[in-house]
């Protein structure tokens, strides 16, 4: 069964970098069967799907329509784990951040992010 | 950005059966949107039901369906639960990535 470690701060500035990890336990980020992906959740703009990262003799990766040109999903191999950056923060960006694997069936516990003007 | 709509809100009664559904502003909601539909309990993470229009995962009762109904991507209950109720997400997948719906509030009374 594959678990889902997320760990990253909860609080950011506006203009700053939001950056989460996610590391993961029973499975292998560079699987040519999986894919990693990062969502959110807030009350005004409800489920977002962010971007993702996949090895398939290569690496791959894909973002959302919402935060094109921010964002950056990235994975380490030597630590098991992906990671998310995104850039030039505003208080829109206050949501809870989740990571998820390839058919969404395994999530991280969820990290609350709160950006600070 | 293309729009996923939901039901905002169904009830169903205890073993009866109800259907959700999941519609794109782009047009018809074809398997190749991939749609999936999670639920979510209050203070929990969403969690996929259904995958790829129909595939479940192993932990998905059997009472949930999925499939695609005329135009849309449909979520059936069929014997609903108390434990049922909760909020009901779909994701399609769309050019430039993939959208989710407002999401459906399901009420068992």
């Known amino acids: 069964q594959v678990k889902l470690q997320q760990s990253g701060p909860g609080l950011v500035k506006s203009s700053q970098t939001l950056s989460l990890t996610c590391a993961i336990s029973?499975?292998?980020?560079?699987?040519?069967?999986?894919?990693w992906n990062w969502i959110r959740q807030s009350p005004s703009r409800g489920l977002e799907w962010l971007g993702r990262?996949?090895?398939?003799?290569?690496?791959?990766?894909d973002a959302g329509v919402s935060v094109k040109g921010r964002i950056i999903v990235n994975a380490d191999i030597s630590k098991n784990q992906f990671s998310l950056q995104l850039n030039s923060v505003t208080p829109e960006d206050t949501a809870v951040y989740y990571c998820?694997?390839?058919?969404?069936?395994?999530w991280g516990r969820g990290t609350p992010v709160t950006v600070s003007s | 950005q293309a729009v996923v709509t939901q039901e905002p809100s169904l009830t169903v009664s205890p073993g009866g059966s109800v259907t959700l559904t999941c519609a794109s502003s782009?047009?018809?909601?074809?398997?190749?949107?991939?749609p999936y539909w999670f639920q979510q309990k209050p203070g929990q993470a969403p969690r996929a039901l259904i995958y790829?229009?129909?595939k479940k995962h192993s932990y998905t009762p059997a009472r949930f369906s999925g499939s695609l109904l005329g135009d849309k991507a449909a979520l059936t209950l069929s014997g609903a639960q108390p434990e049922d109720e909760a909020d009901y997400y779909c994701?399609?997948?769309?050019?430039?990535?993939?959208?989710f719906g407002g999401g459906t509030r399901l009420t068992v009374l």
């Open positions: 998820a694997s390839y058919h969404y069936d395994s």
């Open positions: 029973g499975d292998t980020v560079s699987s040519n069967s999986a894919a």
């Open positions: 990262t996949y090895y398939r003799s290569k690496w791959f990766s």
């Open positions: 782009t047009g018809a909601v074809t398997s190749g949107h991939y």
């Open positions: 790829e229009t129909s």
């Open positions: 994701l399609l997948t769309q050019s430039g990535g993939r959208v």
